[in-house]
């Protein structure tokens, strides 16, 4: 390893690839074992976790420790040690007998951490021994001279926190996502202007429909950037269907959705961090009258149970996964499903029911129950859906999950029509076929209150 390549590390900071150690050998096993089940990674013997460089005493004394832990592994862990200046590199490379254990125990690196596993977790997460992980395979479709264009960089490097100076394939190469000349899945996934064209079923479908059932559809999108921007893409078509809160804290007005943020977005960075790829199904979101649903393809990963969701994470996607708790869209590791139970306790809703089988995993959040009945609460509907658009009396109805335009919305549109919370596009003639509404300063006023 050369100067400019250790500092292009330290400037990337630890991650799913990289261990920064300020000095000795206390607990390099653990960090040599979990960078040899995963793709493999760089300990720096010298760097503080600050990304100081301290500096390692006794290099050579180092590197018969080093030698030697590596050697207790069972099997034997393959490394290369290099003195870069006062840093000692130890450099794991893939390995290809996982799984790979210190003392009989069994460890695996997720984000930047490095946690005990079974040996039979290990066994069943790899599926056999030498299994390599969909996310970490080539992608022939992605091509450096179409696909990695300035504005792609730009908006990844940003997300990743990656340096301004550094060289785009040199910091592709030290996070893993490019390995001998080709660009990985999740690499691609990450870069992606239209998922599709490298994983024609990595995109995600979303889905509203009127009352329980999926008799009748309302509304439908489809989402297929980038991993990333998805994630954002699916949470606001989600919002955007649900009911919404209005509440007024010192002369400011917060919004309050039916359901709770922070908890529709973790579980949409689970169902797309953790998906199969392999499966020709995409991730899909059902917004029903009573409940939302997210479901992706792939059940449990190997060497998880049930009891398991809340307190372990093998993550099904781990090259993926580790870039994603770099952009800071996972949270914290092995804590998803416990989160999400957490934050719908904290925010008075039911705590969302999981289903697992062996091809699916859905996330199902109950709706509260509203009083539509209500000539207020139908009112305050109309006025928060007619501050976002203008809209029909038909549109207006298929937005509140109505067959057809109920008797209670005429009488409803009639009476904000005379308090004149509402008007007319086309005043001039009110029963237009083209005749829509749209919210006034009057109507506004009263969303405020």
């Not at 100081?52 to 290369?80: F, M």
């Not at 079974?118 to 996310?135: T, V």
């Not at 934050?343 to 969302?352: R, S, W």
Request: with cysteine; net charge positive; aromatic share 8%.
């Amino acid at each position: 390893m050369k100067k400019m390549q250790l500092m292009n590390l330290i400037a990337l900071g630890e991650g799913f690839t990289t261990e920064f150690k300020r000095s000795g050998t206390s607990n390099l096993d653990r960090e040599i074992c979990a960078f040899a089940n995963a793709t493999g990674g760089v300990i720096l013997i010298g760097v503080a976790d600050n990304g100081e460089i301290v500096g390692a005493d006794d290099h050579n004394r180092l590197k018969s420790e080093v030698q030697t832990i590596a050697r207790s592994a069972e099997p034997p862990v393959a490394v290369d040690i290099a003195s870069v200046g006062k840093v000692l590199s130890v450099a794991i490379p893939e390995q290809h007998s996982k799984p790979y254990s210190f003392g009989g125990k069994f460890f695996m690196r997720e984000g930047a951490s490095s946690q005990q596993m079974s040996r039979h977790e290990i066994r069943e997460f790899f599926f056999k021994e030498g299994l390599i992980h969909f996310d970490e395979t080539p992608c022939v479709r992605f091509s450096f001279q179409d696909d990695l264009t300035a504005e792609v960089w730009s908006l990844f490097q940003r997300r990743a926190k990656i340096p301004a100076d550094m060289e785009p394939l040199a910091v592709l190469a030290n996070l893993h996502l490019v390995k001998d000349g080709s660009m990985s899945h999740a690499g691609a996934w990450l870069l992606a202007k239209d998922i599709r064209k490298f994983t024609v079923s990595a995109d995600a479908a979303c889905a509203l429909f009127l009352g329980n059932d999926k008799e009748r559809i309302l509304d439908r999108r489809g989402f297929s950037s980038d991993i990333y921007s998805m994630i954002d893409e699916v949470v606001a078509y989600i919002l955007s269907k649900i009911n919404v809160e209005y509440i007024i804290k010192y002369v400011k007005r917060e919004e309050r959705p039916e359901l709770p943020e922070e908890a529709l977005r973790e579980a949409v960075v689970n169902a797309l961090a953790h998906r199969d790829y392999r499966s020709t199904a995409n991730v899909q979101v059902y917004i029903f009258k009573d409940r939302v649903e997210i479901v992706n393809p792939g059940g449990l990963p190997a060497g998880m149970t049930e009891a398991d969701l809340g307190v372990k994470s093998i993550p099904r996607n781990p090259l993926l996964f580790g870039i994603l708790h770099r952009m800071e869209a996972v949270e914290h590791i092995g804590s998803g499903i416990r989160r999400i139970r957490n934050l719908c306790k904290d925010y008075g809703v039911a705590k969302p029911r999981i289903e697992i089988s062996e091809h699916w995993f859905t996330v199902t959040f109950s709706r509260p129950v509203v009083p539509e009945s209500q000539p207020d609460y139908l009112e305050l509907r109309v006025l928060n859906l007619l501050e976002k658009s203008i809209l029909s009396k038909s549109d207006l109805s298929k937005r509140l999950g109505q067959k057809s335009v109920s008797g209670q919305l005429n009488k409803v549109i009639r009476k904000l029509l005379a308090d004149e919370s509402i008007g007319y596009t086309i005043p001039e003639k009110p029963a237009s076929r083209l005749q829509q509404y749209r919210i006034t300063e009057k109507g506004k006023l009263r969303l405020t209150k």
